[in-house]
């Protein structure tokens, strides 16, 4: 083999790599296009799922300790419920929801003074997640009906808060009421999302 051949080889062989990596380079951009386009909506939607459920949680929780407020709070419950994650609901959903809602209502039956009146709100939303049937734990709450009953309870929390705040003006000044208030619209910025979307 001489000098001359190996060059022309080399050569060949550097432009057939150059456009290998270039193919490789639009292949990986067509695949990040197409799946930003397929998951972007659906990436948004699921990030604004778990930002409500956080809100709603953090507004039980809210409401348990000092902070005491004239929402109904027992509606968070259903809208937890519809509105969690799959992966957390499908949790309480499982074995260790069937637990948890075992020794509750063991707890509640032999030992009620121990029962704290704190815990109830919580414990009955396991128990709906672990008793509730596949119709509505999977067809209803996987729906657009699941949907609109989040968003008749966020509008409904917003409207009773800021009824109760004595104003719009007032929900958004008053030190305690910012935080319900902007935890309320993340109620209802999820299922509009998603219902839209």
Known sequence: ????????DHGTLHSMIGTDFNELTIAAKNLA?????????????SVLE?????????????DRTN?????????????IFF????LIF?????????WIAFVAVIVQLFFPKHAK??????????????????LIAGTFRDSWIGLAICLGIGCYLLQEHIRASGGFRNAFTKANGISNTVGIICLVVFPVWALIF
Not at 33 to 39: C, G, V
Not at 118 to 127: D, G, S
């Open 117 to 134: 009146e704190y815990l109830e709100l919580p414990v009955a939303l396991v128990l709906i997640a672990v008793v509730a049937p596949n």
């Open 1 to 8: 083999m001489n000098l001359k051949s190996f060059r022309s």
């Open 83 to 86: 509105s969690a994650p799959s």
């Open 33 to 45: 296009s197409h799946t930003f386009t397929l998951t972007g909506l659906g990436f948004g939607t």
């Open 67 to 79: 902070w005491k407020t004239n929402m109904l709070t027992s509606l968070l419950i259903p809208y």
């Open 90 to 98: 499908g949790i309480f959903r499982g074995e260790i929801g069937k």
């Open 50 to 62: 778990w930002v409500a459920s956080i809100a709603a949680i953090y507004l039980l929780v809210l």
